[in-house]
């Protein structure tokens, strides 16, 4: 099952299985994307139109979980119900600087916070303390390895549990993890958003949603010399030097290939907007 969004003339692919798989798990927010692709096999208007499937309205009213899953309060036996049973898990990978964090913004801009949650997982690489600072910057942070898999799995289980997480902070130019953490809080959306979100296969397992945002190599290697530099304390020969020895090498062996298991791709080589804006509205915006 594929969605393919492609700038501001964007194309639309879809199977109905699809559609009947979102409408089986409640997504009644989900569906109502598919409203304007009848001929792909659209089965019914979500929440925001005009139509919807008596059950999943049925099954709404019996468990209000915009209520449920307030993120001002504790974990309660409802909301770990709510959460199971509502919760829209998705992933969105694609290539470094490819613009997932864009295209993670705009959703929570659009949808509010007090409904998104959202695990980063730049912030969830091995913490290198141990090693000097010299064998800090040349560790390969671009392979699945390097990521702290087993920490990542356990905070999307207990968020969709219901329950907040204390998410860990990295710091880029020290390469370690800092003694700062965040807490996430469940909420209706849950967004995992990383380079590397559709090469493992334990997270994947996890989402309802898949997404890859794809962009041409070099818009993405202008745009990673640009933050690395000026966000990340590297300089031009050591972000050069990396790209060419990591980035690019695990690009194409892991992330790249992991394209093929998206459920949407967003072709972010013009401008994304319109396929962001489709994007938000399927999950409710």
Not at 67 to 72: E, I, K
Not at 194 to 204: E, K, S, T, V, Y
Request: hydrophobic share 40%; net charge negative; aromatic share 8%.
């Amino acid at each position: 099952m594929r969605v393919e969004v492609i700038g501001k003339g964007y194309e639309v692919v879809a199977q109905r299985a699809f559609a009947d798989e979102a409408r089986r798990l409640g997504w009644f927010a989900l569906i109502g994307v598919f409203a304007p692709f009848a001929p792909f096999g659209a089965v019914g208007l979500g929440r925001h139109g005009e139509e919807a499937d008596q059950t999943t309205k049925d099954h709404a009213d019996h468990h209000d979980c915009s209520l449920a899953l307030d993120p001002s309060t504790g974990a309660s036996d409802s909301q770990r119900r709510c959460s199971e049973a509502f919760m829209l898990v998705v992933g969105i990978a694609g290539g470094t600087a490819s613009g997932k964090t864009t295209v993670v913004d705009q959703i929570v801009e659009a949808l509010g916070q007090e409904r998104v949650a959202v695990l980063a997982l730049d912030h969830y690489y091995r913490d290198l303390t141990a090693l000097p600072l010299g064998a800090r910057k040349t560790y390969n942070f671009d392979h699945p390895d390097a990521m702290d898999q087993e920490l990542i799995l356990n905070h999307l289980q207990a968020l969709k549990r219901g329950e907040a997480v204390e998410r860990p902070s990295y710091s880029f130019a020290l390469s370690v993890r800092t003694e700062k953490t965040v807490v996430v809080h469940p909420a209706p959306v849950l967004i995992v958003e990383g380079i590397l979100g559709l090469a493992i296969d334990d997270f994947r397992s996890e989402y309802d949603l898949s997404i890859y945002v794809d962009s041409a190599d070099d818009l993405r290697l202008i745009r990673r010399i640009e933050r690395d530099v000026n966000q990340r304390g590297r300089t031009l020969d050591e972000t050069l030097e990396r790209y060419v020895r990591w980035v690019r090498p695990m690009h194409e062996a892991f992330v790249w290939p992991s394209m093929r298991k998206a459920d949407l791709i967003i072709r972010n080589h013009r401008d994304p907007s319109a396929a962001i804006r489709l994007l938000i509205k399927a999950l409710g915006g």
